[in-house]
């Protein structure tokens, strides 16, 4: 019955009923993917963080569905970003890394999918998936001439953006103290400038849909520069009674890290570093507490998804102590499960309508199908390959398990994993095997004692690495991609076992 309606809503649209039964301007639920920056597993209050103050997600986990094995798709920043958007593996998606690739114009993004079904759609925050410019010096790739990595939001079915390149200071994010205290640097950030100290600009700027900066309301915490222009994009959307799709991408908590007074004065007894560290994600917490009560006062609370991960694990191994995998092995860049297990959660009122957790594993790539399965229609190009799969029977409780396998590829590591077994291989060596029902730490290489069942796992992961790789060399769209980004398939040597 199901597969009927979401025929008929496919070729007919709005003008019939959701696959629930409902009217579909009434059923259709609005989208706000949520995403920080480099923010670690163990960096939350609901996860057991004893320092960092996050009560506004804290109360998403206790409303909603808390995703305890919830993995981003790669191990760093922009291929990540590129899987919540297409459904696919970043490696297909032609965003291998971080300054890598850009996403490909020919993928079927989440946002042309949904603009095209009526949605509002903007994108607020970091981009990091192409440049912004290509008349001026901006950020890491943004210079004179260089059209081949050129790549803005409004590409890819977005209305309405307010977006950088790439990182900025969490705090006031246009500038950078030109003179800096003793126990400050500029790699991990600095006291927040004070009046009159002498600044100079920090070389990334924001940019709307139309590619044109930004020049106002920029100082100040930055997740709350953001947030200032998300919630006029809501507005104006319930005012011309559409359904929204919204992507937040907080910088928080990537380096440089800064605290304005408020939230270094809540972390006063830490150093330096960590003031800043929790004080940017404690306000970053704010916004998203702010968000919510913003659309119960619009009325719009009960039937808006609203996604929140972080793109991977902590960055910076030099101090641990700001950003945490929690018990966690490894960190950002690592394929153990300390660099891609994230915090994830979804709060949905109309479907979800008390907190739960569960321990099924789920993945960025998940966003796609999940939202076009809960919207009732089909992906406008069924033969694509999707490496996610829907969550809905996850988020109406009437299954947990997980039909597909999960792959990732970073910087020549692998790993494949199935409900239980994980295998994982870095630049080559053999693979090693872990129970991560048992063993989530990564603790026990089982691989000298399950010989078959390592086997079985490489088999599938050859298979799927393969079909990875078609893509990546054009089988899809052609080579016109792989030859402007200039791009190199880094996986020929396949990992061994003795």
Request: net charge negative.
């Amino acid at each position: 019955m199901r597969q009927l309606i979401r025929t008929a809503l496919f070729v007919f649209g709005p003008l019939l009923a959701c696959n629930h039964g409902l009217h579909a301007t009434e059923a259709r639920p609005n989208v706000i993917l949520i995403m920080c920056d480099d923010l670690g597993w163990g960096d939350t209050g609901y996860n057991g963080n004893k320092i960092i103050k996050t009560p506004a997600l804290d109360q998403m986990a206790a409303e909603g569905l808390q995703m305890n094995r919830f993995y981003s798709a790669s191990a760093v920043c922009s291929p990540t970003r590129a899987s919540c958007l297409t459904g696919r593996n970043p490696f297909r998606a032609g965003v291998p890394g971080a300054n890598s690739g850009f996403l490909r114009p020919e993928e079927v993004t989440l946002s042309e999918i949904l603009e095209k079904e009526g949605y509002a759609t903007g994108h607020f925050g970091k981009w990091h998936l192409g440049t912004l410019t290509h008349t001026e010096r901006d950020s890491n790739r943004g210079r004179p001439g260089n059209m081949a990595d050129y790549n803005p939001p409004k590409l890819h079915g977005y209305q309405t953006a307010f977006v950088t390149e790439a990182k900025v200071p969490t705090y006031d994010p246009m500038i950078k103290p030109v003179n800096f205290d003793e126990g400050e640097s500029r790699g991990l950030g600095w006291e927040f400038v004070k009046e009159g100290e002498e600044t100079e600009p920090y070389g990334t700027f924001y940019w709307d849909i139309e590619g044109k900066k930004v020049t106002d309301n920029l100082s100040g915490d930055d997740s709350r520069v953001i947030m200032d222009r998300v919630l006029p994009f809501v507005d104006q959307a319930v005012q011309d009674e559409k359904p929204f799709f919204s992507v937040v991408w907080f910088h928080a908590p990537h380096l440089p890290c800064v605290a304005g007074p408020k939230h270094q004065e809540m972390y006063q007894d830490q150093p330096i570093h960590m003031r800043n560290y929790a004080g940017c994600i404690t306000a970053l917490d704010e916004q998203i507490g702010r968000l919510r009560e913003h659309l119960k006062k619009q009325g719009v609370d009960e039937n808006t998804m609203i996604w929140f991960c972080s793109d991977n694990g902590p960055e910076h191994t030099d101090r641990p102590d700001n950003g945490s995998a929690g018990p966690y092995r490894g960190r950002k860049r690592d394929l153990y499960e300390g660099g891609i297990r994230v915090p994830g959660l979804l709060v949905w009122p109309a479907k979800i309508r008390e907190g739960r957790q569960t321990d099924m594993p789920c993945v960025t790539s998940d966003y796609l199908p999940t939202v076009l399965d809960a919207i009732g229609i089909n992906h406008p190009k069924p033969n694509l390959q999707l490496d996610g799969e829907t969550l809905l029977p996850l988020i109406e409780g009437t299954s947990e398990r997980r039909k597909k396998e999960l792959g990732f590829l970073y910087s020549n590591r692998v790993s494949y994993s199935n409900e239980k077994y994980k295998i994982v291989s870095y630049k080559g060596k053999p693979f090693e095997l872990y129970d991560m029902e048992r063993d989530p730490y990564e603790k026990t290489n089982l691989a000298p004692e399950k010989p078959e069942l390592l086997n079985e796992l490489k088999m599938g992961y050859q298979d799927w690495l393969a079909s990875v790789k078609d893509s990546f060399d054009g089988s899809e769209y052609g080579t016109e991609f792989v030859d402007r980004a200039k791009l190199r398939w880094p996986y020929d040597k396949k990992p061994k076992n003795k």
